[in-house]
């Protein structure tokens, strides 16, 4: 079945980095989009960036030129490269893949402190 998890989250100081990985399995990765969400406390979870198998890309205006998201075949896993990162992206980052319903990894929690 479908398997997606994250990892690489964490605790960061305003201005930092963080690469999220999300490990897909059981589907044919290669030839399917992939994006990553995100959710904050008390409001909706909303797009954060997208990859189609092909490798086009398209961000969120509130990451675009700070977070770049990219996917390795061979590996079967989507990454998310954060950098200068704000409080404002504290949220809980989940890994999408829509293969008829959307499927969703379990997530992971980034905090950026002031």
């Known amino acids: 079945q479908v398997r997606l998890v994250e990892s690489g989250g964490g605790l960061v100081q305003a201005g930092g980095s963080l690469r999220l990985s999300c490990a897909a399995s059981?589907?044919?990765?290669?030839?399917?989009?992939m994006a990553w969400y995100r959710q904050a406390p008390g409001k909706q979870r909303e797009l954060v960036a997208r990859?189609?198998?092909?490798?086009?890309?398209n961000y969120a205006d509130s990451v675009k030129g700070r977070f770049t998201i990219s996917r390795d075949n061979g590996k079967k896993t989507v990454y998310l490269q954060m950098n200068s990162l704000k409080p404002e992206d504290t949220a809980v980052y989940y890994c999408?893949?829509?293969?008829?319903?959307?499927?969703w990894g379990p997530g992971t929690q980034v905090t950026v402190s002031s």
């Open positions: 999408q893949l829509a293969l008829g319903r959307d499927y």
């Open positions: 059981g589907f044919i990765f290669s030839i399917n989009g």
């Open positions: 990859i189609t198998s092909g490798g086009s890309t």
